[in-house]
């Protein structure tokens, strides 16, 4: 009987396997407070706002590989509507789950004047429903907004 022997060597394409994408790097929500330190840090912040779905499952797996990617750059936070409501309600949203982008102050100081100099202005950019998520998705919304998410730009 002849037997094969086999070399495994290093594949650099997709092979359909998960990618090890290291430690989590989506944030979780716990309180406005934290989230606002966040802000102050002066990082583009992509929140998503999920309930318990399937479509949210699968965007759970994109955050996670977008947050890799752009990390530390722009900060990923996932928020557990259930869990937080008010938070949740005040983005005057019925359909779940959905992703909202806020700028930091710099980014937004250059979009209106402030009348108060004690009120710290940041912008925010809702994704379209039909919006592509997947970190390639990510990137192009970045670049048509200006959004800083690497040392390149």
Same mark, same amino acid.
């Given at each position: 009987? !002849?037997?094969?022997?086999?070399?495994?060597?290093d *594949?650099?394409?997709y &092979?359909?396997?998960?990618?090890d994408?290291g430690p989590?790097r989506?944030i979780?929500? &716990?309180s406005?407070r934290?989230?606002?330190?966040l802000?102050?840090?002066?990082h583009?912040?992509v929140v998503a706002? +999920?309930?318990?779905?399937n479509?949210?499952?699968?965007l !759970?797996k994109?955050l996670e590989?977008a947050?890799?990617?752009?990390?530390?750059?722009?900060?990923f936070l996932?928020?557990?509507?259930?869990?937080?409501?008010?938070?949740c *309600? +005040?983005r005057?949203r019925?359909?779940?789950p959905?992703?909202e *982008?806020?700028?930091?102050?710099?980014q937004?100081a250059?979009q209106g004047?402030?009348? !108060?100099?004690?009120? &710290?202005?940041?912008?925010v950019?809702v994704?379209?429903f039909n919006? !592509? +998520?997947s970190?390639?998705?990510?990137?192009?919304f970045?670049?048509?907004?200006? *959004?800083?998410a690497t040392?390149?730009?």
């Amino acid at each position: 009987m !002849d037997y094969l022997l086999v070399k495994f060597v290093d *594949i650099k394409y997709y &092979t359909g396997y998960p990618k090890d994408l290291g430690p989590s790097r989506v944030i979780h929500f &716990t309180s406005e407070r934290e989230f606002v330190q966040l802000l102050h840090e002066g990082h583009p912040i992509v929140v998503a706002f +999920t309930i318990k779905c399937n479509y949210s499952q699968h965007l !759970d797996k994109v955050l996670e590989e977008a947050a890799a990617e752009f990390y530390p750059h722009v900060k990923f936070l996932r928020v557990e509507c259930p869990k937080y409501p008010g938070f949740c *309600i +005040t983005r005057q949203r019925k359909d779940y789950p959905f992703i909202e *982008i806020f700028h930091s102050p710099e980014q937004a100081a250059n979009q209106g004047r402030i009348a !108060d100099p004690n009120i &710290t202005k940041y912008s925010v950019k809702v994704l379209p429903f039909n919006f !592509d +998520t997947s970190a390639y998705g990510f990137r192009e919304f970045f670049k048509k907004h200006n *959004i800083r998410a690497t040392d390149q730009n």
